[in-house]
């Protein structure tokens, strides 16, 4: 063996050599039963589908790593089961649904959107201890279009919230609902999104990506005002964060764009094309599983309006080829190219992550909180206090003196 | 932190929530070298292919989590040696098969159908030590049109079982063989069927499911009299278990449809279409590994017989769309739904179940017998004694008072 | 439980029942950062890329376990960084390249080839402390036109070797490149070749599999010449291997054919249509990852040649059928047909695998040396000595009488 007795470089001129392995945060990524952040996204209601396309037909749905099957009996009660018969384990999904549940193709047991156990036809007296078996359920709600599911301990049950913002829906208003990957892609191409749900979140507190990515860097994919550099601010709510970004304009006037993150995975964020006014929508990122997620959305629109969406060059993002997709990368692209599940002891965070900061230290805390076995914020088990009101906007002013 | 004063619903009410992990059961489910259920499965003769399908180009076969080739040589033997050469690892599928064995394409050492090495072309006087390099092999016997291997310890070799319902062909009849997917989807679709041996074992004693999933769930997929209730009675035979299903028909008959389950994995189901009399067929659910099996089926038929098959409303399974398999589900629905291997944990086994309790009992027993040193039932190395009685078939018959 | 009286057949005819559980030797195969193998390899250059395809577009790369991306800035400086952006660790393959680095599609930041960060648009002044977030980077030179990387210990960094029988380039020479799976399929089908890097590096000092595999047992994929079984010698070099392989020829001649193995990847092959003279080629296998490597090649050429390739029943690798792959099967059905990793504990080497034994050995050898913290037999930290003499060719001549 010999050693060189070449002198070392500059220290400083350190490459990719010899550095530590890397990691991604679990406590703010992995969501199944019985992990931190799983417990405490089981405190609050999800939603989880577009109530009108559940019918009949018993349809796959994962969540919190939970396999599931929903769907609507012909009494028109939505029903969230899992997946697994409760008898020998088929997937419900083959089951038939009936007056007043699904039935399993095996051996036809019957189960109600609660889960009883209502037939065992192959049993004596169509089961006589079909109380013993019941089959796993939560609890589901109609709102907005959407169907919210409840995914935790059932004394923990809150009041499912509503939105100011999404009430009061005039004559010529509709709800247009989406869940599916909408945030990520701007289309309705995806089903599932293909990494971590915190990706997403971390997107929500972050405006200045939308200066780069979405303005300067890729050509105008939302609207060119989004290409002034904002002045920033962000500023704790009730339960979230909001940050507040002014621009100065080309008339004299400054607009202040309020975007919002609300526990544990809420976003409203204003109009895109910069229309003036409060934000009209609502957008959820609901975990799948540690390494897929959905967006579930609920805007408030004229009647008759066209389904909203985004066009690069004219295209919608699942007509994009993999060279446009590199050329012209947006939200799906920075997230997804952050890999599955994110190297989070990767990470340089800068002053402009600081709403991502704010975001991360709220979901940590309040996740410590349902460990210790309180309540997090922003459940509320009262009734009278359902409306949780959303600041967000597009807020145009005579420009003011800054300091 | 704060903790909710809501009082608790009604514990009666129990969601998903709060469920213990769930797992499967190891021991009746893994197959690898070494395991329990391996061990045992390592004891008894399985048919592995159709022998008229082994020529001289070398096939591929997986069988009890090991991969293994399958090839003739030039002299008319079977052979069945593993896959990876043992000079240098290449896999004999490309290997070139000769006179008398297997010949490898990297180096060129010849193997014999008992894994002797013939010929190592590279090495002085073609190999002086070439005795040392025996490939791993396996005994191979032809019977009833398929191959069937031993896997186990040499010295525990017992003799290949003949079936008494498969021998004596008439000069009218023929044994149909199939290799593959067939008593999972009733046609040839699938070379392997992807989830655990044990959901297709299941399915054997399981008289009820006939009613439910083929009879009245899916609309009729073998014969309306199905649709009936049958009264079962499972009862033990010397190494297996049959059940009895009588049903009673509108003329005054009844019908005693006997199907037999046999150690370890042999089942010979009654004709589907109610003939009258003995099964014609005997068929075995031989595990490739963890998570997957082949059925490889033998039946007695006319001469000039079409392939046997179902078809549901006219379509093959292999023909049917997604949405067809899920308003029609069959066997591989039902058994693929739970899963790729099923969660044992979770089952609720009921009265109806007790023909599935009978066999697992059985085999949980037998393989604590080999696991302690001890020949399990329905091994036999007694030449005079290598027919076995199968009992199975529709009987028919004047309807008897029953008590 | 009963145990049989049948006496056990004799020993010697052990099948394969009862073998030990199979290994590969991770000392030989796995190179992720800080493994053993890992760490010696790291202490040479590997060809990375072909020179003229790294242009403006960035590429995703991988090597040794790590996620990279190549570039070069537009003043021509070629730049290869970790994958993922220092800042929130989106991918850099999204990133546009502009006169001085690459700048990240998220959020802007600007990195040159060298990792520094030259501009954060998003914070104050461009990022005050922007120093203090480098972008891993690696080392690059351009040579033969390749793109050579160094991803060892900055101060470890040894000159880039050249080799004489690729220097002096004439005025009526080119040299060819190609980075894939030109060695393992004879076409450019293959970009990443999916198996251990050592399935290929074995091949390199195994003269006889070119008689078998190459020759007789495929038909002629080289040239009949090969079909000659040759007297083989392996002699150790400076750092490295050879053979000499002679083959006695009908018309009186002699040719030895020298083929050349250097530490620690590098093989230089001479003409396999056995061209007389000095090899006028090297190649590196560069592994991706434990289970991937490309092949790295440079050939002196007369000017205009066609790209070198092999036909076999005039057609090319990627234009093979399953079934022609499985009746002539060249080096990339041998080498991925031992698996992914092969499993070295089951191997029989013999007198013919002494070069790959020769091989193994100094690889082990040299693996622990670097393990100690010393130098590498290869590695040259003295512009002085940088060429490397390489002894291979076709070299003919009269019979010499052998003893």
Not at 146 to 158: D, H
Not at 308 to 314: A, E, F, L, S, T
Request: include cysteine; proline fraction near 7%.
């Amino acid at each position: 063996m010999s050693t060189s007795t070449i002198e070392a470089p500059q220290r400083a001129r350190a490459t990719g050599y010899g550095r530590k392995p890397s990691t991604h945060d679990a406590t703010m990524t992995e969501v199944g039963p019985g992990t931190p952040l799983g417990e405490f996204m089981r405190r609050y209601w999800h939603p989880v589908a577009e109530a009108a396309k559940i019918q009949h037909v018993p349809q796959k749905l994962r969540i919190l790593g939970e396999d599931l099957v929903i769907f609507r009996d012909r009494k028109g009660r939505p029903g969230l089961l899992h997946a697994r018969c409760a008898h020998r384990g088929t997937t419900l999904y083959y089951g038939k649904v009936e007056e007043n549940g699904i039935r399993c193709c095996y051996h036809g047991w019957l189960f109600d959107v609660e889960g009883r156990c209502l037939d065992q036809p192959c049993e004596p007296d169509g089961g006589r201890h079909r109380d013993q078996a019941r089959q796993p359920w939560y609890p589901v709600e109609e709102r907005y279009g959407l169907v919210f599911a409840y995914l935790g301990p059932p004394q923990k049950k809150p009041v499912l919230p509503r939105y100011d913002i999404l009430e009061n829906v005039g004559p010529e208003q509709m709800l247009w609902t989406h869940v599916g990957g909408f945030f990520a892609t701007g289309d309705s191409s995806l089903s599932v999104v293909p990494y971590s749900w915190l990706q997403m979140n971390d997107n929500v507190m972050d405006p200045f990506h939308v200066q780069v990515l979405h303005s300067t860097f890729s050509g105008v994919q939302f609207h060119q005002k989004f290409a002034l550099m904002p002045k920033v601010e962000f500023f704790a709510v009730d339960h979230g964060v909001c940050y507040s970004a002014v621009r100065q304009l080309e008339d004299g006037r400054e607009v202040d764009r309020i975007s919002s993150w609300l526990m544990p995975n809420i976003m409203s964020v204003p109009d895109i094309q910069f229309a003036s006014g409060a934000s009209s929508n609502v957008a959820w990122v609901v975990p799948v599983d540690d390494t897929s997620y959905v967006t579930a959305a609920v805007m408030k629109l004229p009647k008759g309006s066209d389904s909203p969406g985004i066009r690069v060059n004219g295209k919608r993002w699942g007509e994009m080829t993999e060279a446009e997709r590199q050329r012209f990368p947006g939200d799906f692209e920075a997230q997804s190219g952050q890999g599955t599940i994110s190297l989070h002891s990767e990470e340089h965070l800068v002053t402009s992550d600081r709403g991502i900061m704010m975001q991360r230290r709220i979901l940590e805390k309040q996740i410590e909180v349902v460990a210790a076995g309180g309540d997090p914020l922003g459940v509320n088990f009262d009734p009278a206090k359902e409306v949780h009101a959303v600041r967000s906007g597009n807020f145009f002013r005579a420009a003011r003196a800054t300091g």
